[in-house]
């Protein structure tokens, strides 16, 4: 007889991590998937159980475990791509030790896609530093998964680097206890071929922004901040989007709807001349809706990658007249 999520971590609890000095095994393989669907494994892992202080080594261990033990991948934007359930383990677990000071709040509702083949999950959410009584907000970000067969198989956090890259200015002391970031990941990233791809010239910004809710509407972006309402929304758009070139966004899977939210996987594209691309970031955009207008949208990407100054060269050789004044005068602030 399946168990709810709750006796599952219930279970999980008393039988693997029962001890008040439990140490994640990093040698560990599951190779029987916990009986749970991608509903419950989601309610698994927002357990209450794990946000008392000295858990989180379990709940890592315990996503650890829902990983499928071959073809599985797990993404992170500063880290890149771990394959199959030890090479997930040896890094997720680690890594995420070091970082116990970040907590990660979400911004928006989780939603839980049916995409016919197990399930696919939505997650946003912004690192906040909690050092003290202090609390730092960080990079927003977006985390999909999927489930098959009852494990996790798909697994990607996107969220902005560009910031933790930067160092502090000279009048400011800061004591560094870290290893530094490792250089943006060049994952390579295959297309779906059951998807059609969008190049940006094909598409009517302007047109595409009239889908927005005239007031209560809000564009999240990583390079401009946050645009609101229609109108602002369609003049960044229209007079962005009209200068960055040849740039087609590949998708990474399918766009899943369920009627009030849409999340898209893709990778940025820099067509040259001579037809090759160059790839440029890997993003996801996340709307949603209320009674069919749009109120919000998100683009998750890092921008870490578009400082390379290759990835800069094939985006002028693609035809991207985009200038940093034209950035400044649509940034916002918030």
């Known amino acids: 007889m399946p168990r709810t999520a709750d006796e599952f971590v219930e279970a999980y609890v008393a039988d693997v991590a029962g001890s008040d000095d439990f140490e994640p095994d990093l040698?560990?393989?599951?190779?029987?998937?916990?009986?749970?669907?991608?509903?419950?494994?989601?309610?698994?892992?927002?357990?209450?159980?794990?946000?008392?202080?000295?858990?989180?080594?379990?709940?890592?261990?315990?996503?650890?475990?829902?990983?499928?033990?071959?073809?599985?991948i797990y993404y992170d934007a500063i880290y890149g791509a771990?394959?199959?359930?030890?090479?997930?383990?040896?890094?997720?677990?680690?890594?995420?030790?070091?970082?116990?000071?970040?907590?990660?709040?979400?911004?928006?509702?989780?939603?839980?896609?049916d995409d016919g083949l197990g399930g696919t999950s939505l997650d946003e959410w912004q690192m906040v530093a909690v050092i003290g009584e202090d609390r730092m907000p960080l990079s927003r970000g977006v985390s999909v998964r999927r489930y098959r067969d009852g494990w996790i198989t798909w697994a990607c956090d996107v969220y902005d680097t560009g910031p933790f890259r930067v160092p502090p200015p000279p009048e400011v002391e800061v004591?560094?206890?870290?290893?530094?970031?490792?250089?943006w990941p060049r994952t390579i990233w295959e297309r779906d071929p059951d998807v059609p791809?969008?190049?940006?010239?094909?598409?009517?910004?302007?047109?595409?922004?009239?889908?927005?809710?005239?007031?209560?509407?809000?564009?999240?972006?990583?390079?401009?901040?946050?645009?609101?309402?229609?109108?602002?929304?369609?003049e960044w758009l229209g007079d962005v989007m009209g200068k960055v070139g040849n740039i087609v966004f590949e998708p990474l899977g399918p766009e899943l709807d369920d009627?009030?939210?849409?999340?898209q996987e893709w990778q940025q594209m820099a067509v040259q001349p001579d037809g090759s691309r160059v790839f440029m970031t890997r993003g996801t955009s996340v709307r949603r809706r209320v009674e069919r207008r749009l109120v919000y949208a998100a683009d998750y990407f890092d921008t870490a990658s578009l400082m390379d100054p290759g990835i800069q060269a094939a985006a002028v050789a693609a035809g991207s007249t985009l200038?940093?004044?034209?950035?400044?005068?649509?940034r916002t602030t918030a």
Do not use: C, K
């Open 175 to 183: 004591e560094v206890d870290a290893e530094p970031l490792p250089d």
């Open 82 to 113: 771990f394959h199959g359930q030890a090479a997930i383990r040896n890094w997720l677990i680690p890594v995420m030790a070091t970082i116990d000071f970040i907590e990660f709040v979400p911004t928006a509702p989780h939603a839980l896609f």
């Open 259 to 263: 009627g009030e939210t849409t999340v």
């Open 27 to 72: 040698a560990r393989l599951v190779t029987e998937p916990s009986g749970l669907e991608a509903a419950g494994m989601m309610q698994a892992l927002a357990h209450p159980w794990f946000t008392e202080p000295g858990r989180q080594p379990v709940a890592l261990q315990m996503m650890a475990d829902f990983m499928a033990p071959d073809g599985s």
């Open 197 to 234: 791809e969008t190049a940006a010239r094909d598409v009517d910004f302007r047109a595409h922004a009239d889908e927005f809710h005239e007031t209560d509407s809000v564009y999240h972006d990583p390079i401009f901040g946050e645009i609101r309402g229609r109108a602002a929304i369609g």
């Open 323 to 330: 200038t940093t004044e034209d950035i400044a005068r649509h």
